[in-house]
Every structure is written in C-alpha cells, then in structure tokens.
C-alpha cells in the first residue's frame, strides 16, 4: 500500500488528529530526547563542584616620601597609582609572603600544607576609590578566608617595609660618636700641649696670621667638598652615558627631564611591540612606532651628553679655584711658619676644635630632626577596611537550566518524531488510504490484539 497522493487528494489537508496520532506513533523518539537531556542537563549542573571565594578590602594611602628630612610626597596619577597597587597586590614577592605565612600557621596548627595558586587572586579597586578589594577562590570555604587574609597582611607588610623611611640610627650613632671622640682627643692634646710649652695667648700679629690660614683653610676645605661632590656628578653622569639603564638620584639636577624621556622611551617601546605584533615589519605603523624610539633614544643621549659636559666644566672651573685656595694657603702657611711651631699648633688644635663642636651640633640637630619625622609619620601605608568576609559560591547551581532544557527537549522532540514519520511512505490511517488511492474509505478495521 505505497503510492504518491494525487492533486485532489493533496488539497484535504491534514487534520490535529493526524498530528496527535503521529506524537503518539513516535511517542518513544520524543520521550528518548527528553528523557536524555533532562538526565544529561542534571547530572551536568548538579554535579559540577561549588567554587567559593571570600573578599576583604584595604585602604591605600597614595604617595611615597624621598626623605624623611622633608614634608614632601611624590604622587603619581590615580589611574597610576591604583593600577600599580593593584598589580603589587598580585605579585610574585607578596604571593611568595603569603605563602610563608600559610605555612607558618599551617605547621603551627598541624593542618596540611596549602599551595596559593596566583591565578585563583583578584584584586580590583572599587570605584573611583582608594580602596582596593582582594579575592581569593577555592573549593573549600575556609580555604578563601585563610588564604585571603594572608595575602591582605603580606601585601600591607610588603608595602610598609618597601614604602617606610627608616629612621637611620646607625648612622647618626656611628657619625656622634666618631665626631665627639676626635673633639675629645684633640681637646686632650691642647692640655698636654699648654702644659709642656706654658702658652696662653699668642700676640696681636700671630692671631691675625692664624686667622687668615685659618679662613684660608676653611675656604680649601669647603672648596675640596665641593670639588670631590662635582667629580662625584660628573663620574655619575659619565656612568649613565655608558649605562643609560642606570638609576638617577632624585636630588640631581635635571632628572626630571630625563626621567620623562626615559618614560616616553618605555611607552614608545610598548606601543612598538604592541604594533609589531599585528603588523609586518615593513608597515607604516611599525615604522613610525620604531622611528619614535630611535628619536627618543637620540634625545636621552643628547641629553645626557649635555649634562656630562656641564658637569666636566663645572668640576674643572671648581679645580681652578681649588688651587687658587691652595695657594693662598700656602702663602698664609709660610707666615705662620715662622712663628714658633707650638703656638701655630695651638691655633690650629683650636680651629679644629670649634669645627668639631659645631658639626657635632648640627649632626644632633639633624638626628633630632629625623627623629621627629620618623615618629610623626603615620607607620600605615594601608589601611585594612574590612578582613577576609564569609565566603560565597561564585557558582551557583544553574536550576534555570536544568528546567528549560526538557522543554527545549520536547521540541526537538517534536520535531524530530514529525521528520522520521514523514520518511515513512506506508499507509497507517484511512486518510492516507484516501489520500494514495484517491477513493473514499467504506469501512477500517482495527487491530486486534491476541489475548
């Protein structure tokens, strides 16, 4: 009982109760695809593990002191600034800190060892803010929190032990005492030598001679400082003109200028590898990205060159006047020498004398200076706003899915039952009987089912 329908016969249409007895003819095929994706759905989303994390914020507190001599704070951008903290939150020292304490509570509580994994670390600033908020994701709740709070105090204990000026009291203690010991020692020998010649004072044309050495003296001394400090800047700078990575200390002049160009010189260098990766080597962009280095790279070497010969010429004007001074001291030297040697060393023990006491009371000032503007600064670079939280699944359990996906089901269901029953060409009712033979149907008989 094949055949095709014929024109008239294409026309009768279909009816809902064809439809119904082809759902219910292929009721196993719809009934298979739901009963597969509703299991497969489940057991996807039921079974795929909870992965929680815990956040605590922090404070920051932007700018950094170039001494602790002075009241100023060198600052950066916000932008800059928070993208760099959020990056030192992340980084490779504060992560290797947050381990060793893990471990060293870990062992001390006799609790198995825990590997921080960086890749399971969020930091993000929160708004337009100075707070930063810090994450970490686990399969174990507690996990979060522990590891959390151990990356929140090793960042703060990283940023105030790189951020904090010490307060240098070696250094103070080393220069009091060595300076307090010589004025000692001299002030010693100015006994022994009035007791061993009977000197008191010297006449009129003595003290004027030993004056002027005296001046003369002060005036090579300061002279020899300076000189040794601008031979100090020149080898500085011919230093960086061999090694132009080298670092330039905040207090020389001209770094800001080269400090620029050094920054334009590392962006160019980004925007050149940037470019170089999308383009070829012969593109326009790539071009001009690395004629923007070159010029830069000129640029810092001109300068630089620049400050070398200023420094060579102020270091070899500074010698000139050097050994004018010299000079002159000799000159005054001669005279004095004359004079008897006890009474010339006299003067000169108290020459000595007066500059010790006063460096050694400027060096007390300065210490107490220090002193105060070590204990007046705020210890806390960041401030910890709120601890590691109660941890919550950044995953929850996709029950949404789990319900539309049978019913999405059923309609490939459908759809799929209605295809595989329109590939079958037999005739299953009267109105297909009707339709292939194009002659009305008298009387059907059912299917009997044997008892």
Not at 74 to 84: F, I, M, N
Not at 251 to 265: H, M, N, P
Request: hydrophobic share 40%; with cysteine; charged share 25%.
């Amino acid at each position: 009982m094949n055949g095709k329908p014929t024109e008239g016969a294409a026309g009768r249409g279909n009816s809902i109760r064809d439809f119904v007895a082809i759902i219910f003819r292929r009721k196993w095929i719809i009934l298979s695809v739901f009963a597969i994706t509703a299991t497969v759905t489940a057991a996807t989303v039921l079974t795929r593990p909870t992965v929680w994390e815990s956040t605590g914020k922090i404070l920051v507190k932007r700018g950094v002191k170039d001494s602790i001599y002075g009241s100023y704070v060198r600052t950066l951008s916000w932008a800059e600034d928070l993208s760099s903290e959020v990056e030192t939150a992340k980084s490779t020292v504060v992560m290797q800190r947050a381990q060793a304490m893990m471990d060293e509570r870990r062992a001390h509580d006799h609790k198995p060892r825990v590997v921080i994994d960086p890749v399971r670390v969020e930091a993000a600033v929160q708004g337009e803010s100075n707070v930063i908020g810090i994450s970490y994701r686990d399969l174990k709740p507690a996990v979060c929190v522990e590891v959390t709070d151990a990356i929140i105090q090793a960042y703060i204990d990283y940023r105030h032990d790189a951020y904090t000026q010490p307060y240098p009291e070696q250094f103070f203690k080393a220069e009091s005492t060595r300076t307090h010991d010589e004025m000692l020692t001299l002030q010693d020998e100015r006994r022994q030598l009035l007791d061993r010649s009977g000197l008191t004072d010297g006449s009129m044309d003595l003290s004027s001679m030993l004056t002027v050495r005296s001046g003369d003296h002060l005036v090579v001394d300061d002279l020899t400082r300076e000189e040794a400090q601008l031979h100090a800047e020149y080898d500085m700078w011919k230093r960086i003109q061999d090694n132009p990575d080298a670092e330039i200390p905040s207090s020389t002049s001209g770094e800001t200028v080269i400090q620029d160009i050094k920054r334009e010189l590392i962006v160019a260098q980004m925007r050149y590898t940037e470019v170089a990766k999308v383009f070829q080597p012969g593109v326009p962009q790539v071009q001009a990205a690395r004629g923007k280095i070159d010029d830069l790279e000129k640029m810092l070497d001109t300068e630089v060159k620049s400050r070398v010969r200023a420094a060579q010429m102020a270091w070899q004007a500074k010698q000139a006047q050097l050994a004018a001074a010299q000079d002159r001291l000799q000159e005054s030297s001669a005279k004095v020498a004359a004079y008897p040697d006890a009474d010339a060393r006299l003067a000169e023990l108290d020459r000595r004398i007066s500059a010790l006491k006063e460096a050694y009371g400027n060096l007390v000032k300065v210490a107490q200076e220090a002193r105060v503007n070590t204990a007046t600064e705020p210890s806390l670079a960041v401030l910890l706003l709120s601890p590691a939280g109660q941890p919550y699944p950044k995953n929850t359990k996709d029950y949404i899915r789990i319900a539309l996906a049978p019913v999405f089901s059923l309609i490939v269901g459908l759809g799929l039952a209605f295809f595989v029953d329109s590939m079958d060409s037999s005739v299953k009712t009267p109105r297909e009987a009707e339709t292939v033979l194009d002659l009305p149907v008298l009387a059907t008989l059912r299917d009997q089912r044997k008892r």
